[in-house]
């Protein structure tokens, strides 16, 4: 008989609960998926006598996670305590150096050290996966290392998300304000402890440098993600986008250009019509492209006991059944060194300035556009009683580049109020 694959489990909030609670309950069904049986040998926590909804009493209970990653009785090690650096990464380092297989849920610990770990499992002969740690329950990783392996990627988009894209949903459909939508995650208990890691758009750009290192082949390149948070979003501009037929998404793209990788993480309009626009509250969406599939959407919950314990089990069912695949899609080695894309691909943007209502007033910002070879596609004033008109402007394609130097050249036009909003208009 097959011998039962023992997993010790570091970590037990939800998702730990979870797993525990999908060995338990669908005994039968893993082990007719994977050959043979999940078992639990040991868990270990940071508060043994919380109680999780789920009976720990036959596991072995380690305070340290170091500890339960070299025990004798595990096979796998599965690290869902969380964060980039102390016990998850002393205890995953540990697992890898004993020869023991690692699933984690953990972005920031890959997004900062994946190189180092994926090499240091292929050093060992263990395999370190990680389907957990992006998107919750879509199997992004498995979509992209396995399914479609036989394609040039050419563009990885998504949603990666949830609390932002509840956010800003709630913005668009309530009319609440920023801090309004805020307050209400927070109350739902959406919110990260730190919660700059969700508004900030760092979890977001923590799952998109993986996925761009599985889908060009580079090594994961946190710091080369240029980041923006959704904080300075505006109920006026998501209005006002509405209006043109846009929404507002805290969109990760990221592609291999001819100046090198470009990631981005940053509040971008998308057309309301499009998958991404209609991709409303607490849920995830990844869209990839690849020269032989064309474009992939998918879908689904990105955080959340059942979602993520589901990704965390099909890394582990994989174990099961001998399948061995570089954590990155390929041997860590070869994996070529990041040349981030210093400027992102020309794009139309979307200005939102207050101008002076004086005579010549949109004639100076017109030409400050032109003299920075910034062209107009559209543009619209809205009527109004005070001293300042709001002026919207889209632009046609344009690079970053020239719309600073038109941005900044406004101010010394003295007809524009305050500072410009200006948003990228993400193709998609
Ligand atoms: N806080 C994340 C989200 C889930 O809101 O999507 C964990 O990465």
Request: proline residues 4%; contains cysteine; glycine residues 12%.
């Amino acid at each position: 008989m097959t011998k039962p694959l023992r997993l010790g489990i570091a970590g037990l909030g939800t998702v730990g609960a979870g797993v525990v609670k999908i060995v338990r309950q669908k005994a039968a069904l893993l082990e007719a998926r994977g050959g043979r049986s999940i078992t639990i040998s040991a868990v270990s926590a940071r508060n043994r006598a919380k109680d999780r909804g789920v009976s720990l009493d036959s596991y072995d209970w380690e305070d340290d996670p170091v500890a339960l990653a070299q025990r004798d009785d595990i096979d796998v090690f599965v690290e869902l305590v969380g964060g980039s650096d102390g016990p998850a990464k002393a205890a995953t380092e540990a697992a890898l150096r004993a020869g023991k297989d690692v699933v984690t849920a953990n972005k920031a610990l890959l997004a900062h050290h994946g190189q180092d770990l994926a090499i240091a499992a292929e050093a060992a002969g263990a395999v370190l996966r990680f389907e957990a740690a992006v998107a919750g329950g879509i199997p992004v990783v498995k979509a992209l290392t396995e399914g479609l392996a036989g394609n040039d990627i050419t563009r990885v988009m998504g949603v990666m998300n949830g609390t932002c894209n509840y956010i800003l949903t709630r913005m668009e459909t309530a009319g609440l304000t920023y801090d309004e939508a805020f307050a209400e995650a927070d109350g739902l208990g959406y919110l990260e402890a730190d919660p700059n890691l969700d508004v900030g758009g760092i979890d977001a750009g923590h799952k998109l440098s993986l996925l761009a290192s599985i889908a060009f082949g580079t090594q994961v390149a946190f710091d080369a993600v240029e980041l923006e948070g959704i904080g300075r979003v505006s109920i006026e501009d998501i209005r006002q986008a509405a209006d043109m037929g846009y929404k507002v998404k805290l969109l990760g793209v990221c592609q291999m250009t001819g100046r090198g990788l470009e990631q981005r993480m940053s509040p971008c309009l998308v057309p309301a019509t499009s998958p991404l626009g209609q991709l409303d509250g607490g849920t995830n969406m990844i869209v990839i492209e690849g020269d032989q599939v064309g474009q992939i959407v998918m879908r689904g919950a990105g955080a959340g006991e059942g979602p993520t314990a589901s990704a965390v089990m099909g890394d582990v069912l994989d174990i099961a059944r001998g399948t061995r695949i570089s954590t990155f899609g390929q041997p860590a080695a070869g994996l070529e060194m990041t040349k981030p894309a210093q400027t992102a691909t020309p794009a139309p943007y979307y200005l939102r300035l207050a101008l002076l209502d004086k005579p010549g007033a949109l004639a100076k910002v017109a030409a400050v556009l032109g003299d920075a070879g910034v062209s107009i596609n559209r543009m619209r004033q809205r009527s109004h009683d005070q001293n300042t008109a709001p002026v919207l402007i889209v632009t046609h394609k344009t690079t970053r580049a020239a719309l600073d130097e038109a941005l900044a050249a406004m101010v010394g036009t003295n007809v524009v109020e305050g500072e410009p909003v200006a948003l990228r208009i993400e193709q998609v």
